[in-house]
């Protein structure tokens, strides 16, 4: 199928993309990288009356620090993460997470900016993000505000932005010294979305584990205080005091029904898990 | 095995494919990369409902010169493959539908707009009113009295209902019976290119010109011919580069004749190109089996019989030429498989339902007979507590047997089954395989090995197809060949090549006998204004057919030759010979190049009774026997499954085969290697599901999972060659075969891994949520029988 007729326009800097955003008449989507939205656009799931390119926008691209805290303008691709174009505060766990997304053609033209608005609940950065602690930066006509990612996502294909807002860049704070990470996703091949991921940070000095169970049809179930999943309390040991059965209980509480849904996520996340407490990084397809 | 010596590029030679120069390099030329002047595009309203009576079809005003309906078109008519075995009941498949749609997709009208985009707005504003029908959707059901009907006149849901039974009573007191219920999931063929044509109207030849990507480019003006009622000469098919057959582009569509009907009327070229979507929801399916199967055995697991009930789900028409009852009819006479035993019964039944045609896929339906027999097989074995392939040794047939008539009467050529499977096993390494499943895997992983052979008959033409009396029955197979006047070779055949490689394999075959380079030979192939008729490529028969075809006809021209030649050396033709691309005399030779020259450009020196013939040839072919080859494989497969996730992992996959004297191993290893990718989608990803009222839950390749790069290994192929009996050079058709044993191989392997869990899987695809849950099921059952004995 071919997409219904729309009108484009690629605005060159911020002050003109709001401009249109908040006058333009018609339905409108943004397009940045296109690897959603492109094939919407062709089986017509999406007929927009404009379609506005945001890649024409020099400070979209742009990665920086603010502190510890990286700053990714919106259109910064997949591909400039896994190939270390852009800094690390994570100690490599963004590179790993961005190389194992879809293939590389569409890590080539995929953003990170566009899959968090596109809030696909299987995609990887919507769970890596918010297990990572991020905050998306909202712009409008009316003024710049930042929301944590987890406030952002508020369901399956829903997030919180306003007429005339847009998302143009994505907080990541530094991971605290000795953090322990583990992130493991299982497709049905290599390359298609996740059918079950996993997400996990874990301070050990502190006692504190953060956990996100993503691709679960709404939106990632964040776990910021996980003692629970660990008997109450986190240490050096925690691998070992996983708790697959309270795991269990969370996801029903959060509504998943089918047993077998249950077990497939608590599987991953056990080997999330298992991964967190091995010094080296191993690599994300070995769930897939 | 051969021992003729392997010479230059000839027959044997193990040549990169011409063909992938322009290939690789992106500048094949498909129906998609046509531009003519003021072309305009088609897309097709089409059936939203799997069954529903058309009440109306309201086109917009505006739009009404460019909507077409089954009231505009008058006098076409309705696609019908009639099979002439008894009982056949007959659909008419409508153009444009009238009356009732009887599946989703089905045409409804066609919108012609300057762009495809401009044709689907059209589209999307012609309202259907539908009165929906109760769907069948499930086969089985379907077969029941109470059901729906897809055809109502006739009564049943049943195309056609066959049995065989060859002394079936004899089994039954064996000692050991294992009963399974065994299915393969419905499939899409999903070749790279979708179905295409663009059609125009040639005022110079009067003829209607239709670029079609079709694999049988004569069949398809047999088909349109007979639908809009022209002769044939009127109409020329042009096959350009197809990216991938399998079957898929065997089929006459509908569309095409709505295109053809068209181009006749308005005046300027027309395009369709099918996209994703209409490949996956509407134009046709294949491989949805059922067997309900019982093997019958001695305890040392010698075969004491088989019974079977395999139904198929043929879906709402006959498609053209293959019939919508030789896939299921054909189930019976192949069940037997490469395996001798001495009693047998099968019912079959081609069952009409609310869904697409189904189609003969890459090896038609011996990738569910060889999943249905190759897993009760396994189950013999483990019901009488010996090896896998001990059940398999004691059944094959034996090369002291050849040639053999098996007991459905197939006539197997040559062949030593047992040796296949010796050197399978040992590529594998079974005792250390079974030392590490004792000692299990440190990641929790369990491993398995799986076992499947098949046979598979190839290149079978005329005694074998008049008796399904489908619209097409192979005959001689024709070629052209002609030296042009500085020496090169021109060959022309009516099948098609698109993936095979025959523009290399068959310069080759024309090597071996004329000695011309393969870079000077060039291959014509897919227009029926150049080369002879044939049926096409289907049936791994065209190296068999084409490739005699193309020998005989080299044979007379270097007889030709060497009579020229003779007269140039001034020496009788009897004391000459022709070799190595020269005609060699007593006192001196002289090369094709000088003949070829001498024939076109200087006929003075010509000798007076020279065959006016002259050096450009058709000549017919077909083997001594033409009940077929027989080329057959051990697979084996080592895979390592995760039983938490269902994931599988292939650790290793061996393939010994025997495709006769292979006239290019490179190709071959190549055509294997396809298959197998495709055997994998099968046993592991792919599934077209339906739900309840008939609805296609696939539309796309995110939910179509097809096998990609990472899931599909190199395997080890070992080759055996014994040749044929029947055929040029002892050659057999080996095109489908890769695609035959895989599934079968990796539900044994799976199920040799987890088997000790409990599981046993019987339907694919094998994927991951079906093992988890069937791994979740057995350890429930072992959670209950345990409480139960505490």
Same mark, same amino acid.
């Given at each position: 199928?071919?997409?219904?007729?729309?009108?484009?326009?690629?605005?060159?800097?911020?002050?003109?993309?709001?401009?249109?955003?908040?006058?333009?008449?018609?339905?409108?989507?943004?397009?940045?990288?296109?690897?959603?939205?492109?094939?919407?656009?062709?089986?017509?799931?999406?007929?927009?009356?404009?379609?506005?390119?945001?890649? #024409?926008?020099?400070?979209?691209?742009?990665?920086?620090?603010?502190?510890?805290?990286?700053?990714?303008?919106?259109?910064?691709?997949?591909?400039?993460?896994?190939?270390?174009?852009?800094?690390?505060?994570?100690?490599?766990?963004?590179?790993?997470?961005?190389?194992?997304?879809?293939?590389?053609?569409?890590?080539?033209? #995929?953003?990170?900016?566009?899959?968090?608005?596109?809030?696909?609940?299987?995609?990887?950065?919507?769970?890596?993000?918010?297990?990572?602690?991020?905050?998306?930066?909202?712009?409008?006509?009316?003024?710049?505000?930042?929301?944590?990612?987890?406030?952002?996502?508020?369901?399956?294909?829903?997030?919180?932005?306003?007429?005339?807002?847009?998302?143009?860049?994505?907080?990541?704070?530094?991971?605290?010294?000795?953090?322990?990470?583990?992130?493991?996703?299982?497709?049905?091949?290599?390359?298609?979305?996740?059918?079950?991921? #996993?997400?996990?940070?874990?301070?050990?000095?502190?006692?504190?584990?953060?956990?996100?169970? #993503?691709?679960?049809?709404?939106?990632?179930?964040?776990?910021?205080?996980?003692?629970?999943?660990?008997?109450?309390?986190?240490?050096?040991?925690?691998?070992?005091?996983?708790?697959?059965?309270?795991?269990?209980?969370?996801?029903?509480?959060?509504?998943?029904?089918?047993?077998?849904?249950?077990?497939?996520?608590?599987?991953?996340?056990?080997?999330?898990?298992?991964?967190?407490?091995?010094?080296?990084?191993?690599?994300?397809?070995?769930?897939? | 095995?051969?021992?003729?010596?392997?010479?230059?590029?000839?027959?044997?030679?193990?040549?990169?494919?011409?063909?992938?120069?322009?290939?690789?390099?992106?500048?094949?030329?498909?129906?998609?990369?046509?531009?003519?002047?003021?072309?305009?595009?088609?897309?097709?309203?089409?059936?939203?409902?799997?069954?529903?009576?058309?009440?109306?079809?309201?086109?917009?005003?505006?739009?009404?010169?460019?909507?077409?309906?089954?009231?505009?078109?008058?006098?076409?008519?309705? *696609?019908?493959?009639?099979?002439?075995?008894?009982?056949?009941?007959?659909?008419?498949?409508?153009?444009?539908?009238?009356?009732?749609?009887? $599946?989703?997709?089905?045409?409804?009208?066609?919108?012609?707009?300057?762009?495809? !985009?401009? !044709?689907?707005?059209?589209?999307?504003?012609?309202?259907?009113?539908?009165?929906?029908?109760?769907?069948?959707?499930?086969?089985?059901?379907?077969?029941?009295?109470?059901?729906?009907?897809?055809?109502?006149?006739?009564?049943?849901?049943?195309?056609?209902?066959?049995?065989?039974?060859?002394?079936? !009573?004899?089994?039954?007191?064996?000692?050991? $019976?294992?009963?399974?219920?065994?299915?393969?999931?419905? $499939?899409?063929?999903?070749?790279?290119?979708?179905?295409?044509?663009?059609?125009?109207?040639?005022?110079?030849?009067?003829?209607?010109?239709?670029?079609?990507?079709?694999?049988?480019?004569?069949?398809?003006?047999?088909?349109?011919?007979?639908?809009?009622?022209?002769?044939?000469?009127?109409?020329?098919?042009?096959?350009?580069?197809?990216?991938?057959?399998?079957?898929?582009?065997?089929?006459?569509?509908?569309?095409?004749?709505?295109?053809?009907?068209?181009?006749?009327?308005?005046?300027?070229?027309?395009?369709?190109?099918?996209?994703?979507?209409?490949?996956?929801?509407?134009?046709?399916?294949?491989?949805?089996?059922?067997?309900? *199967?019982?093997?019958?055995?001695?305890?040392?697991?010698?075969?004491?019989?088989?019974?079977?009930?395999?139904? @198929?789900?043929?879906?709402?028409?006959?498609?053209?030429?293959?019939?919508?009852?030789?896939?299921?009819?054909?189930?019976?006479?192949?069940?037997?498989?490469?395996?001798?035993?001495?009693?047998?019964?099968?019912?079959?039944?081609?069952?009409?339902?609310?869904?697409?045609?189904?189609?003969?896929?890459?090896?038609?339906?011996?990738?569910?007979?060889?999943?249905?027999?190759?897993?009760?097989?396994?189950?013999?074995?483990?019901? !009488?507590?010996?090896?896998?392939?001990?059940?398999?040794?004691?059944?094959?047939?034996?090369?002291?047997?050849?040639?053999?008539?098996? *007991?459905?009467?197939?006539?197997?050529?040559?062949?030593?089954?047992?040796?296949?499977?010796?050197?399978?096993?040992?590529? @594998?390494?079974?005792?250390?395989?079974?030392?590490?499943?004792?000692?299990?895997?440190?990641?929790?992983?369990?491993?398995?090995?799986?076992?499947?052979?098949?046979?598979?008959?190839?290149?079978?033409?005329?005694?074998?197809?008049?008796?399904?009396?489908?619209?097409?029955?192979?005959?001689?197979?024709?070629?052209?060949?002609?030296?042009?006047?500085?020496?090169?070779?021109?060959?022309?055949?009516?099948?098609?090549?698109?993936?095979?490689?025959?523009?290399?394999?068959?310069?080759?075959?024309?090597?071996?006998?004329?000695?011309?380079?393969?870079?000077?030979?060039?291959?014509?192939?897919?227009?029926?204004?150049?080369?002879?008729?044939?049926?096409?490529?289907?049936?791994?028969?065209?190296?068999?057919?084409?490739?005699?075809?193309?020998?005989?006809?080299?044979?007379?021209?270097?007889?030709?030759?060497?009579?020229?030649?003779?007269?140039?050396?001034?020496?009788?033709?009897?004391?000459?010979?022709?070799?190595?691309?020269?005609?060699?005399?007593?006192?001196?030779?002289?090369?094709?190049?000088?003949?070829?020259?001498?024939?076109?450009?200087?006929?003075?020196?010509?000798?007076?009774?020279?065959?006016?013939?002259?050096?450009?040839?058709?000549?017919?072919?077909?083997?001594?026997?033409?009940?077929?080859?027989?080329?057959?494989?051990?697979?084996?497969?080592?895979?390592?499954?995760?039983?938490?996730?269902?994931?599988?992992?292939?650790?290793?996959?061996?393939?010994?085969?025997?495709?006769?004297?292979?006239?290019?191993?490179?190709?071959?290893?190549?055509?294997?290697?396809?298959?197998?990718?495709?055997?994998?989608?099968?046993?592991?990803?792919?599934?077209?599901?339906?739900?309840?009222?008939?609805?296609?839950?696939?539309?796309?390749?995110?939910?179509?999972?097809?096998?990609?790069?990472?899931?599909?290994?190199?395997?080890?192929?070992?080759?055996?060659?014994?040749?044929?009996?029947?055929?040029?050079?002892?050659?057999?058709?080996?095109?489908?075969?890769?695609?035959?044993?895989?599934?079968?191989?990796?539900?044994?392997?799976?199920?040799?891994?987890?088997?000790?869990?409990?599981?046993?899987?019987?339907?694919?695809?094998?994927?991951?949520?079906?093992?988890?849950?069937?791994?979740?099921?057995?350890?429930?059952?072992?959670?209950?029988?345990?409480?139960?004995?505490?």
């Amino acid at each position: 199928m071919k997409a219904a007729r729309f009108a484009y326009e690629r605005p060159a800097d911020l002050a003109a993309l709001l401009e249109r955003l908040a006058e333009a008449d018609g339905s409108v989507k943004l397009i940045a990288g296109g690897q959603s939205l492109g094939p919407m656009l062709n089986l017509r799931l999406v007929e927009p009356d404009r379609v506005f390119d945001v890649t #024409g926008v020099p400070e979209l691209r742009r990665a920086n620090l603010d502190g510890t805290t990286l700053v990714l303008g919106a259109c910064v691709t997949h591909a400039d993460i896994e190939d270390g174009r852009v800094p690390d505060v994570t100690g490599g766990a963004m590179a790993r997470v961005a190389s194992a997304i879809a293939y590389r053609p569409v890590r080539n033209r #995929g953003t990170v900016g566009g899959s968090l608005v596109h809030a696909d609940p299987a995609a990887d950065w919507v769970t890596a993000l918010i297990a990572l602690r991020a905050e998306v930066e909202l712009v409008s006509r009316s003024g710049r505000r930042r929301l944590a990612l987890d406030a952002f996502v508020r369901g399956a294909l829903d997030v919180a932005l306003e007429p005339g807002e847009m998302l143009v860049a994505v907080r990541i704070p530094a991971i605290p010294q000795g953090s322990a990470w583990g992130y493991v996703k299982h497709c049905s091949k290599i390359g298609e979305f996740a059918h079950a991921i #996993g997400a996990v940070l874990i301070d050990r000095q502190a006692g504190h584990g953060r956990v996100v169970i #993503g691709a679960i049809e709404r939106a990632p179930l964040l776990l910021a205080d996980a003692r629970p999943l660990f008997g109450g309390r986190i240490g050096a040991d925690f691998s070992d005091r996983f708790d697959a059965r309270a795991a269990d209980d969370a996801l029903r509480e959060a509504g998943m029904s089918e047993a077998i849904d249950r077990h497939v996520h608590v599987t991953v996340l056990a080997r999330a898990v298992a991964q967190a407490a091995r010094p080296a990084p191993l690599r994300l397809t070995e769930a897939a | 095995m051969t021992a003729r010596p392997i010479l230059g590029e000839g027959v044997g030679a193990r040549l990169p494919r011409k063909e992938d120069d322009r290939l690789m390099r992106g500048r094949g030329q498909y129906v998609g990369d046509i531009r003519m002047p003021k072309m305009q595009d088609v897309a097709f309203v089409r059936s939203p409902l799997a069954h529903a009576r058309i009440r109306a079809i309201h086109v917009p005003e505006g739009y009404r010169d460019r909507v077409f309906t089954a009231a505009d078109l008058d006098g076409v008519q309705p *696609i019908r493959a009639v099979s002439g075995l008894p009982g056949f009941k007959v659909s008419e498949q409508p153009v444009l539908a009238t009356g009732k749609v009887r $599946q989703v997709g089905e045409l409804l009208a066609f919108c012609v707009a300057p762009t495809r !985009a401009e !044709a689907e707005d059209i589209a999307a504003s012609v309202v259907l009113d539908l009165e929906e029908l109760p769907a069948v959707h499930d086969m089985l059901a379907a077969r029941e009295p109470a059901s729906a009907l897809v055809h109502e006149h006739w009564g049943d849901n049943v195309f056609l209902e066959t049995q065989v039974d060859v002394n079936f !009573a004899a089994a039954l007191d064996a000692p050991i $019976q294992v009963s399974r219920t065994i299915s393969t999931a419905r $499939q899409c063929m999903a070749p790279l290119e979708g179905r295409g044509a663009v059609v125009h109207l040639d005022h110079r030849m009067d003829q209607l010109v239709v670029h079609s990507a079709s694999q049988m480019p004569h069949i398809v003006r047999n088909g349109l011919s007979e639908c809009l009622g022209i002769e044939q000469g009127r109409i020329r098919i042009v096959a350009p580069d197809v990216g991938g057959g399998f079957g898929y582009k065997g089929i006459l569509l509908a569309e095409e004749i709505c295109l053809a009907w068209l181009a006749l009327r308005c005046g300027h070229p027309v395009r369709w190109l099918e996209d994703r979507r209409e490949h996956l929801t509407a134009n046709a399916n294949c491989r949805e089996h059922h067997y309900r *199967i019982t093997a019958y055995a001695d305890r040392d697991g010698t075969l004491r019989g088989i019974d079977c009930e395999a139904t @198929v789900d043929s879906g709402a028409y006959s498609a053209y030429p293959f019939s919508a009852c030789l896939e299921a009819a054909q189930v019976a006479s192949i069940l037997p498989g490469p395996y001798d035993f001495p009693s047998y019964r099968c019912r079959t039944w081609s069952v009409a339902t609310n869904k697409c045609p189904i189609l003969p896929y890459r090896g038609v339906a011996r990738t569910g007979v060889c999943f249905a027999l190759e897993l009760v097989l396994d189950a013999v074995a483990r019901e !009488a507590g010996i090896e896998p392939w001990v059940v398999r040794a004691k059944n094959l047939v034996r090369p002291e047997q050849m040639p053999f008539d098996n *007991i459905t009467n197939k006539h197997f050529d040559s062949g030593d089954y047992p040796q296949a499977l010796a050197r399978a096993l040992d590529a @594998v390494d079974l005792p250390a395989l079974r030392a590490r499943q004792a000692a299990g895997e440190a990641d929790g992983r369990r491993v398995g090995l799986g076992l499947s052979i098949y046979c598979e008959q190839a290149a079978h033409g005329t005694s074998v197809y008049s008796g399904w009396g489908i619209p097409m029955v192979p005959g001689h197979e024709q070629a052209g060949a002609r030296l042009t006047p500085d020496g090169g070779l021109e060959l022309r055949i009516g099948a098609h090549s698109h993936g095979q490689g025959l523009e290399t394999t068959l310069a080759q075959v024309a090597h071996e006998i004329l000695g011309v380079p393969v870079a000077r030979t060039r291959l014509v192939h897919g227009d029926t204004a150049m080369t002879p008729y044939s049926t096409g490529s289907w049936g791994s028969r065209v190296m068999v057919m084409a490739g005699g075809a193309v020998a005989t006809a080299c044979r007379e021209l270097a007889d030709r030759a060497l009579a020229i030649g003779a007269h140039l050396l001034q020496a009788e033709p009897v004391n000459c010979r022709f070799a190595a691309g020269r005609v060699i005399g007593p006192t001196g030779d002289v090369s094709l190049e000088e003949i070829a020259r001498t024939w076109y450009r200087r006929p003075q020196d010509l000798a007076p009774d020279v065959n006016p013939g002259g050096l450009e040839v058709t000549a017919g072919y077909k083997p001594q026997r033409d009940s077929g080859t027989f080329s057959y494989a051990a697979h084996a497969v080592v895979v390592a499954v995760d039983p938490d996730l269902g994931a599988v992992e292939i650790l290793d996959y061996v393939i010994v085969e025997d495709g006769g004297v292979l006239v290019n191993p490179l190709v071959v290893d190549g055509q294997i290697c396809g298959g197998l990718a495709q055997g994998i989608g099968t046993a592991l990803y792919e599934e077209m599901a339906f739900d309840d009222r008939g609805q296609p839950l696939a539309t796309t390749f995110a939910d179509y999972l097809l096998p990609g790069a990472a899931e599909v290994p190199d395997p080890r192929i070992d080759h055996m060659e014994t040749p044929s009996p029947y055929t040029q050079f002892g050659v057999k058709g080996i095109g489908e075969g890769g695609a035959i044993a895989p599934p079968a191989a990796l539900a044994n392997a799976i199920n040799d891994a987890l088997g000790p869990l409990g599981v046993e899987m019987l339907r694919s695809p094998m994927s991951q949520r079906r093992i988890v849950e069937a791994v979740l099921a057995a350890r429930h059952r072992t959670a209950v029988g345990a409480r139960a004995a505490a």
